[in-house]
């Protein structure tokens, strides 16, 4: 079964953090845009931070700039997202998202998100004050 299975959220204090994990099974990220989403209660969902195979594009959203970082351990097929210095706006349901043969473009701008081929279930975050 090919799926995205995203974990690591929690609850932690404002200026700690947390790595989010979104591993793939039944395929590989070798061709693949990934980018991790994120979606607060009464907001639209929005792109954190997200890239592209196609052609190595890395792109972080201007809260995530200096505190997120998107990397990727190939051998575990698996996307993370470091989160330091988490602030209490930061607390949202956070996804992970695949799209074959896509451009950052397609995941961390496109509000349809159309292309998405596969999305992973959601993991919480919650960042007290």
């Known amino acids: 079964e090919v799926q995205l299975q995203a974990s690591g959220g929690g609850l932690v204090q404002a200026g700690e953090s947390l790595r989010l994990s979104c591993a793939a099974s039944?395929?590989?990220?070798?061709?693949?845009?990934i980018g991790w989403l994120r979606q607060a209660p009464g907001k639209e969902r929005e792109g954190v931070s997200c890239?592209?195979?196609?052609?190595?594009?890395?792109w972080y959203s201007d809260s995530a700039k200096g505190r997120f970082t998107i990397s990727s351990d190939n051998a575990k097929s698996t996307v993370y997202l470091q989160m330091n210095s988490l602030k209490p706006e930061d607390t949202a349901v956070y996804y992970c998202?695949?799209?074959?043969?896509?451009?950052?473009?397609?995941?961390?701008?496109?509000?349809?998100?159309?292309?998405?081929?596969?999305w992973g279930q959601g993991t919480q975050v919650t960042v007290s004050s």
């Open positions: 890239f592209s195979r196609r052609d190595g594009d890395t």
């Open positions: 998202a695949a799209i074959r043969n896509g451009w950052v473009t397609d995941i961390c701008y496109d509000p349809s998100r159309h292309l998405v081929d596969y």
């Open positions: 039944g395929f590989t990220f070798d061709d693949y845009a």
